[in-house]
């Protein structure tokens, strides 16, 4: 018996670790519009595959707050822009920059590179990548991610780093993601961009991963099955 336990309990560990190190993305199936959510076990966010038109920062920010999806029958409405780490404009190409290429610290960043395995036109050393090899190139369980030219996705977050960027002491600028280049800049919040909405969470509420919550049932079982025996037999 204690071999037994010894064997199943190494497979929970194993299976565990290798499902929590493979599953970064998982599409816990469409809304009542036929919109999927796919939840980020890296960041703990849901993201709402759906692209919203095109319009301002302060349209896009009271679309995602306004919003409200229906999933398996309960509706959640607790939405908001992807977020970004706010600071001054310095770019670079390394990662460690608030704007340019291989920025991984905003969520949608974090998606386009570390998720999906994308690259930016240019890479950490600020060499052009190639024809090609840029871009929205794997989207994953995504099929609403716009990639076009000279556009790009809000950020919730403003631009409250630089007090050139301020009138009447509110902030004019906010943060966005290009995912044609994967490029991240700030620019004036009257223009219009696309927009994504995530939920901080897993929205289906299921415990990850699976395969080890399986596993454990059965050596849950399994132990009790062996208690009810020696009792039986006492």
Same mark, same amino acid.
């Given at each position: ?12 560990? =194993?299976?565990?670790? &290798? ?8 599409? +816990?199936?469409?809304? &009542? ?46 939405? +908001?822009? $992807? ?7 310095? &770019?670079?190409? %390394? ?27 240019? %890479? ?30 809000? &950020? ?6 630089? $007090? ?26 009257? +223009? ?5 909405? =995530? ?9 990850? $991963? ?15 099955? +062996? ?8």
């Amino acid at each position: 018996m204690k071999n037994i336990v010894i064997v199943l309990l190494a497979l929970v560990m =194993v299976f565990g670790v &290798s499902a929590l190190a493979h599953a970064a993305l998982i599409d +816990r199936g469409a809304d &009542s519009l036929g919109n999927h959510l796919i939840y980020d076990t890296d960041l703990n966010i849901t993201w709402y595959d759906y692209t919203n038109a095109m319009n301002t920062w302060q349209n896009q920010l009271n679309w995602a707050n306004a919003l409200t999806v229906d999933f398996n029958g309960t509706t959640y409405d607790a939405w +908001r822009l $992807p977020s970004t780490v706010d600071g001054l404009q310095v &770019s670079g190409y %390394d990662g460690s920059t608030t704007i340019g290429f291989n920025i991984t610290t905003s969520e949608m960043g974090h998606l386009f590179y570390a998720e999906l395995g994308n690259k930016g036109q240019w %890479d950490t050393a600020g060499v052009y990548v190639g024809d090609g090899a840029w871009g929205l190139l794997n989207t994953g369980p995504f099929v609403n991610l716009q990639s076009v030219l000279f556009t790009a996705y809000w &950020s919730a977050t403003e631009y409250a780093a630089d $007090p050139q960027y301020y009138f009447n002491g509110s902030p004019t600028g906010a943060w966005l993601f290009e995912f044609y280049t994967g490029n991240q800049q700030v620019t004036a919040k009257d +223009r219009s961009f696309f927009a994504l909405a =995530v939920f901080d969470g897993d929205i289906a509420n299921l415990p990850e $991963p699976g395969t080890a919550l399986f596993l454990g049932m059965g050596l849950a079982g399994l132990i009790a099955g +062996r208690r009810m025996l020696d009792q039986r037999q006492g």
